[in-house]
């Protein structure tokens, strides 16, 4: 076991979206399944300060951490994959490393000399990669930087990259992500770009130990050991990433390839473990071979570009490897939807999920989904806005408040079912006013949260703004709906239900961001069950 944390830097080459997030989480998998305590960060190099403000079709979705970090998607793989918490500590972006520097020259913290990208910003992103080390709990700390090498955004973070080669010696390790195109008129895989990135890393004082080649064919030996050549480092160190038809099948991909053994070699690490990938295995087994299918809508108004709802559809598939089902996702614009044409568009659906999501467009289409799944007996799932939407139609179609909306969508509506705390009305910050992280939830007996949870208390993560109004409790109450999860502290509703129905939960956290490979989440198995019993 190593005496002291081991840094692992993960660069990309050639071409964005290679899948550095995928090869990060699968050599942490690999570590982790040997013993070792892992953790993963990603340095972002935009100078927004999160991704909170970020337009999904910009970034994708935004995730959540437990202590209300708002993060890159990436941050959701690998907790996917090793099971393990992050937090604010694991996303770092290029705007909050120069608001934190700033902020520390505005208070006289660098004596007057001048602030320079070299050391002042390149000394903060180091501080920030060392951070998790210095907390005693990881044995390896495996840095994601994203973006593309050659990246004027990146050069800052390939600089500290540089430094701490040389400062940490042994104790680090830099693997390269690249491309080898394959060209089809000729029949061969081209290596060219490779060496160019390589060669563009090594311009700036960076030699890669290790490189990652994603291809869509085999590489031949004579191929690796081209590459070798050309780019400094040892045949068994080109790694052969091929294509896989699921993200969860490339840390076995890895384990072929034995790259978390070359890693540990380049690093000093005398490995005596042997993995244990049995629980891995198995997932990849009930996944591949399901017993069962069934066809889910997903109603958004972001459905174009399919990364706005990462979690949620990743923990479909969590949910169906373990009742041995094929979740096919039908993904179903909002927007589109009208009274002529749902019962069409939702033909041969066993359940319908609303997403969540922030303002207007597409608002009457989920409402209207959620008024089709409850007179129809479909199983149902709403999240955050999509629980907000089913409190909107219950309240205009059982309640008869015809005008009943959320103050986000109408601040004039005179039935302000969905409202802001007036706590919050004063915050004028975008963000400031956001229920963001983990908090309590205390499930009512005989209810399905109670059941499918097994337990009275659990935390869930948030991220929204507006809330059920607790004006209009007792109108719910009285017309039948079941406020089966209440906030302990501010005695908020979490979770809504309807009885006489198959399957009707509405929630207003985020329970798709705590589902991970081996612990589906709860409520998604549950929603599942219920869509496969239809």
Not at 408 to 436: H, W, Y
Request: charged share 25%; hydrophobic share 35%.
């Amino acid at each position: 076991m190593p005496s002291k944390t081991k840094y692992i830097f993960v660069t990309g080459g050639v071409t964005s979206s290679l899948g550095k997030g995928i090869i990060s989480a699968s050599l942490a998998k690999l570590l982790q399944s040997r013993g070792y305590s892992v953790t993963i960060q990603k340095l972002d190099p935009y100078i927004n300060v999160d991704p909170g403000t970020l337009n999904p079709y910009e970034h994708g979705e935004c995730y959540v951490t437990d202590d209300g970090a708002e993060t890159d998607l990436d941050l959701g793989h690998y907790e996917r994959f090793l099971g393990v918490p992050t937090s604010q500590a694991n996303n770092v972006t290029t705007g909050r490393i120069y608001q934190s520097v700033i902020e520390k020259e505005r208070k006289g913290e660098f004596l007057g000399k001048t602030v320079q990208v070299i050391p002042h910003i390149t000394d903060e992103i180091k501080n920030r990669i060392k951070v998790l080390g210095k907390t005693g709990k990881y044995q390896f700390v495996i840095t994601e930087i994203g973006g593309t090498v050659g990246d004027i955004e990146s050069l800052p973070y390939i600089e500290a990259v540089r430094q701490l080669k040389w400062e940490l010696g042994h104790d680090c390790v830099v693997v390269h992500l690249t491309l080898l195109p394959y060209l089809s008129t000729t029949g061969e895989l081209k290596t060219k770009p490779t060496q160019h990135s390589v060669k563009m890393l090594l311009e700036s004082g960076v030699q890669p130990d290790i490189l990652v080649c994603r291809a869509e064919h085999k590489i031949a030996k004579e191929l690796k050991r081209k590459i070798a050549l050309f780019c400094n480092v040892a045949p068994e160190a080109v790694i052969e990433a091929r294509d896989a038809s699921s993200i969860y099948e490339v840390p076995l991909l890895m384990d072929k390839e034995k790259l978390d053994e070359v890693v540990l070699k380049k690093l000093g690490v005398n490995e005596t473990t042997s993995h244990n990938l049995d629980a891995w295995r198995e997932f990849i087994n009930r996944l591949n071979h399901p017993k069962n299918e069934i066809k889910i809508g997903l109603v958004g108004k972001y459905v174009e570009l399919k990364d706005s709802y990462k979690s949620i559809s990743e923990a479909f598939i969590h949910a169906g490897a373990q009742k041995e089902c094929k979740v096919k996702l039908e993904w179903i614009h909002s927007e589109s939807l009208t009274e002529e044409v749902i019962g069409e568009k939702f033909k041969g659906l066993k359940g319908i999920l609303v997403a969540p999501g922030f303002g207007n467009r597409g608002i009457e289409g989920k409402i209207l989904a959620i008024k089709y799944a409850r007179e129809n007996q479909i199983p149902f799932l709403g999240i955050c806005l999509g629980m907000q939407c089913a409190v909107i139609e219950f309240a205009r179609n059982v309640i008869g408040l015809s005008d009943a909306h959320s103050r986000e969508m109408n601040p004039a509506t005179s039935n302000p079912v969905i409202d802001i705390l007036e706590t919050q009305k004063s915050i004028v910050n975008m963000g400031g006013t956001m229920r963001l992280g983990a908090y309590a939830c205390r499930l009512e007996e005989g209810t399905i949260a109670r059941t499918v949870y097994g337990k009275s208390e659990i935390m869930e993560r948030h991220r929204h703004r507006y809330e059920f109004n607790n004006e209009y409790k007792s109108k719910f109450t009285n017309a039948g709906m079941i406020l089966s999860g209440m906030n302990p502290v501010a005695d908020l509703v979490e979770i809504i239900e309807l009885p006489n129905h198959p399957w009707f939960v509405g929630v207003q956290f985020h329970p798709e961001y705590k589902s991970t490979v081996t612990k589906p989440h709860p409520l998604f198995l549950g929603f599942v069950e219920a869509a496969m019993k239809r």
